[in-house]
Nanobody, 121 residues
């Protein structure tokens, strides 16, 4: 059974940092990604990474502040978030896909339940 479990969310002041983790079990995936959904808004793309880690994509809003990475030995995906802003407040979801990394959430067939990130001003 495939499972994705996010962790690492919390409350942080603006300018602070958090590292999210997504532990995968049941199989390995060609690509993985992070999405987020703020209250009253649709889920949006944050970052994606290929199997090798050689290909990464970022939303313009997080480029230069967030870094996506993965550890195959632990079958875990990470999102290092620095210089956090109040507008980064959202539930962050981990997604997994058997295909090439993409910004489209419809390409991700597996999802975790999310972890809340709250950035105070």
């Amino acid at each position: 059974q495939v499972q994705l479990v996010e962790s690492g969310g919390g409350l942080v002041q603006a300018g602070g940092s958090l590292r999210l983790s997504c532990a995968a079990s049941g199989r390995t995936f060609s690509s993985m990604g992070w999405f987020r959904q703020a209250p009253g808004k649709e889920r949006e793309f944050v970052a994606a990474i290929s199997w090798s880690g050689g290909v990464t994509y970022y939303a313009d809003s997080v480029k230069g502040r967030f870094t996506i990475s993965r550890d195959h030995a632990k079958n875990t995906l990470y999102l290092q978030m620095n210089s956090l802003k109040p507008e980064d407040t959202a539930v962050y979801y981990c997604g997994a896909s058997p295909n090439f990394p993409t910004r489209s959430e419809y390409e991700y067939g597996y999802w975790g339940r999310g972890t809340q990130v709250t950035v105070s001003s």
